[in-house]
């Protein structure tokens, strides 16, 4: 099992372009989580999939969308990027949205934009 | 609104001394809380957790964590540090909306 992939693992945009961020899951769970992290905050959600078929926003998501593709695939997209989407994004997986569930990580993609 | 404190930015250690990262929670019900390691370049990987029982949670690579009501805390240990500790830690508490909320983590550093 590969766990939780993500592509690109790094990324360089000018201002203004657009891409996407892939992630995938092998281990068949229904939830799915984009995460983006900055020097001295942590961790912040962006958007989740509690299920396939559904999403929902989460704390910082100004600036995305995302799309739960099918059960195994989840991505974001950035229609026009901007520098202060520079940072370091994380997809996740989890069994059910539960808060007492595991999140299981992937490796990131380092996006900067210039 | 819940929220997770780690009071230390950087934490320097020598190979096999112990270790305490601190971690303080606010949250109006009984919590659930996590540590989350990150090795250089790599995604969070879960340590422990507590979700109720025994206040005290042992967990992968030989950490352990203490849960304190009273003080709030859940703070992790390692009686000996290894080099390979060397990396970021997050403690995170599972909101009632059901998300997780990390404290703004922990850079371990360890001297030969």
């Given at each position: 099992n590969a766990g939780v992939t993500q592509t690109p693992k790094f990324q360089v945009l000018k201002t203004g372009q657009s891409m996407t961020l892939q992630c995938a899951q092998d281990?068949?769970?229904n939830s799915m989580y984009w995460y983006r992290q900055d020097p001295g905050m942590g961790l912040r959600l962006i958007y989740y999939s509690a299920s396939e078929g559904t999403t929902d926003k989460g704390e910082v998501p100004n600036g995305y969308n995302v799309s739960r593709?099918?059960?195994r695939e989840f991505s974001l997209r950035l229609e026009s990027a901007a520098p202060s989407q520079t940072s370091v994004y994380f997809c996740a997986s989890s069994e059910?949205?539960?808060?007492y569930n595991e999140q299981f990580f992937g490796p990131g993609t380092r996006l900067t934009v210039l | 609104a819940q929220s997770v404190t780690q009071p230390d930015i950087h934490i320097t250690v020598s190979e096999g001394a112990s270790l305490e990262l601190r971690c303080n929670y606010s949250y109006g019900a009984t919590p659930y809380l996590f540590w989350y390691v990150q090795s250089p370049g790599q995604g969070l990987q879960l340590l422990l957790k507590y979700?109720?029982?025994?206040?005290l949670v042992q967990g992968i690579k030989g950490f352990e964590a203490e849960f304190k009501r009273s003080q709030s805390s859940f703070n992790l240990r390692k009686p000996s540090v290894h080099w390979s500790d060397a990396a970021e830690y997050f403690c995170a508490v599972g909101s009632n909306t059901d998300k997780l909320i990390f404290g703004t983590g922990t850079r371990l550093q360890v001297f030969p």
């Amino acid at each position: 099992n590969a766990g939780v992939t993500q592509t690109p693992k790094f990324q360089v945009l000018k201002t203004g372009q657009s891409m996407t961020l892939q992630c995938a899951q092998d281990m068949n769970h229904n939830s799915m989580y984009w995460y983006r992290q900055d020097p001295g905050m942590g961790l912040r959600l962006i958007y989740y999939s509690a299920s396939e078929g559904t999403t929902d926003k989460g704390e910082v998501p100004n600036g995305y969308n995302v799309s739960r593709l099918n059960k195994r695939e989840f991505s974001l997209r950035l229609e026009s990027a901007a520098p202060s989407q520079t940072s370091v994004y994380f997809c996740a997986s989890s069994e059910q949205h539960l808060f007492y569930n595991e999140q299981f990580f992937g490796p990131g993609t380092r996006l900067t934009v210039l | 609104a819940q929220s997770v404190t780690q009071p230390d930015i950087h934490i320097t250690v020598s190979e096999g001394a112990s270790l305490e990262l601190r971690c303080n929670y606010s949250y109006g019900a009984t919590p659930y809380l996590f540590w989350y390691v990150q090795s250089p370049g790599q995604g969070l990987q879960l340590l422990l957790k507590y979700f109720s029982g025994d206040t005290l949670v042992q967990g992968i690579k030989g950490f352990e964590a203490e849960f304190k009501r009273s003080q709030s805390s859940f703070n992790l240990r390692k009686p000996s540090v290894h080099w390979s500790d060397a990396a970021e830690y997050f403690c995170a508490v599972g909101s009632n909306t059901d998300k997780l909320i990390f404290g703004t983590g922990t850079r371990l550093q360890v001297f030969p």
